[in-house]
């Protein structure tokens, strides 16, 4: 590399953001943090779990971790990223998810 550029695995010409710097959190990175947009068929073609996931969420301790886990799975194939805090998902994303993970959302609140 020439210059004392830092390569960071980006695409030339695009900034790369780094997770966890004050960059990435101002971000508006996608429809995720809206809100109120949910309908049903959005929310089963975005936050569907299969029965692979299933089987994986089964295996973590606790209904905490296994809606956090079945989120950030959700969240990463929908959303083609991972997110540092799932509780910024709307409630309807989480009681949607929870619903099929067979737990209560207000667990996610002791992750």
């Known amino acids: 590399m020439d210059g004392g550029a830092q390569d960071r695995g980006g695409v030339a010409g695009r900034q790369v953001v780094l ?3 004050p960059a990435f959190r101002r971000r508006k990175w ?3 943090r809206t809100g109120d947009g949910w309908d049903e068929q959005r929310l089963r073609e975005l ?6 996931d299933l089987e994986l969420i089964s ?11 079945a989120l950030l799975l959700t969240c990463a194939r929908g959303e083609r990223r991972l997110i540092s805090d799932v509780a910024t998902l709307p409630a309807v994303v ?4 929870a ?3 067979g ?8 992750y």
């Open 19 to 21: 997770a966890g710097s």
């Open 30 to 32: 996608s429809s995720v």
């Open 47 to 52: 936050w569907t779990l299969v029965p692979e």
């Open 59 to 69: 295996k973590a301790r606790g209904d905490h971790n296994r809606l956090a886990l």
């Open 94 to 97: 989480v009681g949607f998810v």
């Open 99 to 101: 619903a099929q993970v």
């Open 103 to 110: 737990v209560d959302p207000r667990a996610l609140a002791d």
